[in-house]
């Protein structure tokens, strides 16, 4: 499905077709493109906190209950620096969630500008890839590249996008979730109820599951 927009049409339309539901976030004049963007949309709604690093923690949440990528959003200067708080704790724990930070219009970055600073330093600290689209036409590849290694590895990723190349227009096609969500193994191989019927014979058996099981219910 083609999108013809803008950059902020296309990051939503992308991050539906992903399954993105909500955008935790705090109101910062760097993402106004987006903002704008969400309320021309149905697909994805825009959850306002009061805090930027409560925007992350509740990013956070959503994808351990889940399991799929969920997303956050600030400007940049000092809410980019408040939501890496948030974010800290979603690194920590390995849940996929991806920042999207606003920065400066192109023309003021690297310039001493008020708010400006290099945000891919800061965040690389707790995502586990930090990246910034400075060209529209880079816009998926950095989304799925992004996505992609949070899901692989367990861990944060992070966008910029300056505040001008939100409003860019671009013309691109949608990509499906198969880009970017990973195809794990089944958590048990064999007969269930054969394997749970072995565990009853024990008097204390004992279970060692990996971060990437998942929970199988069943009464023993």
């Known amino acids: 499905m083609p999108i013809n927009g803008n950059v902020a049409d296309l990051v939503l339309a992308q991050l539906a077709e992903w399954g993105v539901k909500r955008i935790y976030g705090v109101l910062s004049d760097a993402i106004f493109p987006l903002l704008d963007a969400i309320a021309r949309q149905d697909k994805i709604k825009f959850i306002a906190a009061t805090r930027e690093d409560s925007a992350a923690f ?3 949440y959503e994808a351990r209950v889940t399991g799929k990528i969920a997303v ?3 400007g940049a200067g000092p809410g980019a620096v408040t939501m890496l708080n948030g974010l800290a704790d979603a690194f920590m724990d390995g849940v996929p969630v991806l920042a999207i ?3 400066l219009e192109t023309k003021k970055m690297g310039t001493g500008t008020k708010q400006y600073f290099d945000q891919q330093a800061l965040f ?3 995502s586990g890839r930090s990246a910034i689209i400075i060209d529209p036409a880079n816009v998926t590849r950095e989304l799925i590249a ?3 290694y949070a899901y692989l590895h367990f861990t944060t990723g992070h966008i910029s996008i300056p505040k001008d190349i939100f409003t860019k227009a671009i013309s691109s096609e949608i990509v499906p979730v198969d880009y970017v969500e990973v195809k794990t193994t089944p958590p048990v191989t064999g007969n269930i109820e054969k394997i749970l019927d072995a565990t009853r014979c024990f008097h204390k058996p004992l279970v060692v599951l990996g971060r990437q099981s998942k929970t199988v219910t069943s009464q023993v």
């Open 124 to 126: 690389r600290t707790f």
């Open 72 to 74: 956050c959003a600030t």
């Open 146 to 148: 992004t996505v992609r």
């Open 101 to 103: 930070t606003g920065q």
């Open 58 to 60: 509740m990013a956070s």
